[in-house]
């Protein structure tokens, strides 16, 4: 028999009396693609979930590892889907990027890889770009990645600049089939280099981190919702927040049990969530 919605994985009554009770939650993070939208049409409950989660007036933020949009895009590209969104409930490694750039070397100098996404939230923090001397190399997203552009950053390194990468991810998705992504070109700068990127994005736990900050929310009573195990669930366990698979993007049920670590429970969809909020 399969397990219901929200069922606990791997548990029998006796070792679900030894968890220890998690909080209630009173505030949401969740991931967008394979969560809220899946290749470009709203997953069916999602406009009613996010909905719900305004009339609520709980904090909740919308994350994505794209760097290349910036928050304004994409509650342009989520209205045209039907969803409601506030600008300022959308978190991209970007925003996450600038803000840990800024906590760290307050304005500093950076010689930036990307788009509007990543440049418009580095200078929002009081960041110059350049590429003379920059104390960073920063590596973000971008549909056209130039030859040019690349050298330069290896060599700017090779001169000192410290490498940090918006995410990890390899490829991205595209219509005609799998793209690279930031995380294969930080491959071949460290490649020619020899000196590896710090990775803002999820999975790290940073970029669940500066979001909780962000909504003044605390870990112990904070849900994060993905479908990608290696990320969502890896960054939200490893920040201490409850977890939960929803099965309407990358990883599936079976997948899930394959990993050494669990989500604290695995949905059909965010429609399934509706009622908790």
């Known amino acids: 028999m399969g397990r219901l919605p929200g069922e606990l994985l791997h548990t029998t009554p006796a070792t679900r009396s030894m968890m220890p009770e998690r909080k209630a939650i009173e505030s949401w993070l969740t991931d967008m693609d394979g969560v809220l939208v899946h290749e470009g049409v709203p997953v069916p409950g999602a406009p009613e979930f996010v909905n719900k989660m305004k009339a609520s007036g709980k904090p909740f933020l919308i994350l994505t590892n794209n760097s290349i949009y910036t928050p304004r895009d994409l509650q342009a590209r989520l209205n045209r889907m039907g969803f409601d969104v506030p600008e300022q409930s959308i978190w991209t490694a970007a925003l996450a990027t600038a803000q840990f750039l800024h906590d760290q070397r307050p304005g500093g100098t950076a010689y930036v890889i990307g788009e509007a996404g990543l440049t418009t939230a580095m200078h929002a923090t009081g960041y110059v770009l350049t590429d003379f001397n920059p104390d960073y190399v920063v590596l973000g997203e971008t549909r056209t990645y130039s030859f040019e552009a690349i050298t330069k950053a290896i060599r700017l390194i090779d001169g000192g600049a410290r490498f940090i990468c918006t995410n990890p991810d390899a490829t991205g998705p595209s219509n005609e089939g799998a793209l690279p992504a930031a995380g294969s070109v930080a491959a071949m700068i460290s490649k020619a280099t020899g000196v590896e990127p710090y990775f803002v994005g999820k999975p790290n736990p940073m970029m669940m981190r500066s979001a909780l900050n962000t909504i003044e929310a605390h870990s112990e009573s904070t849900a994060m919702i993905g479908d990608r ?49």
Request: glycine residues 6%; hydrophobic residues 40%; aromatic residues 4%.
């Open 229 to 277: 195990m290696d990320t969502d669930i890896l960054c939200g366990l490893e920040a201490g927040l409850e977890t939960i698979l929803v099965l309407t993007g990358i990883s599936t049920r079976e997948e899930s049990d394959r990993y050494p670590f669990r989500p604290s429970r695995v949905v059909n969809s965010v429609a399934d969530l509706i009622p908790e909020i």
